[in-house]
Nanobody, 115 residues
Framework: QVQLVESGGGLVQPGGSLRLSCAAS????????MGWYRQAPGKQRELVAI???????NYADSVKGRFTISGDNAKNTVYLQMNSLKPLDTAVYYC?????????WGQGTQVTVSS
């Protein structure tokens, strides 16, 4: 079994920053990608950013230039640096790991952007 533990969410004012972390542990076979998704109330879960084991990244258009995804392969950890946060970024953020063993999700961490 694979466990994903997220941290770093919280309440921040518009224009502020947060850094999310997601650490994977357990019976991890080869990791292909790790990524962040988010789900706002009443909306579908959407991709925010994804990184391959080799370091290639992809971002949703809505976060390009504001969010940065990075990874530490030795620690099986992925980070999401979120800058210039907007109220529309408010959502539950989920970490996802895709590997040879399948897809795994974290429990989610709440990010609220409000004054």
């Amino acid at each position: 079994q694979v466990q994903l533990v997220e941290s770093g969410g919280g309440l921040v004012q518009p224009g502020g920053s947060l850094r999310l972390s997601c650490a994977a542990s357990g019976s991890i076979l080869s990791i292909l990608t790790m990524g962040w998704y988010r789900q706002a109330p009443g909306k579908q879960r959407e991709l925010v950013a994804i990184i391959t084991r080799g370091g290639s990244t992809n971002y949703a258009d809505s976060v390009k230039g504001r969010f940065t995804i990075s990874g530490d392969n030795a620690k099986n950890t992925v980070y999401l640096q979120m800058n210039s946060l907007k109220p529309l970024d408010t959502a539950v953020y989920y970490c996802r790991l895709t590997g040879l063993g399948g897809n795994y999700w974290g429990q989610g961490t709440q990010v609220t952007v409000s004054s």
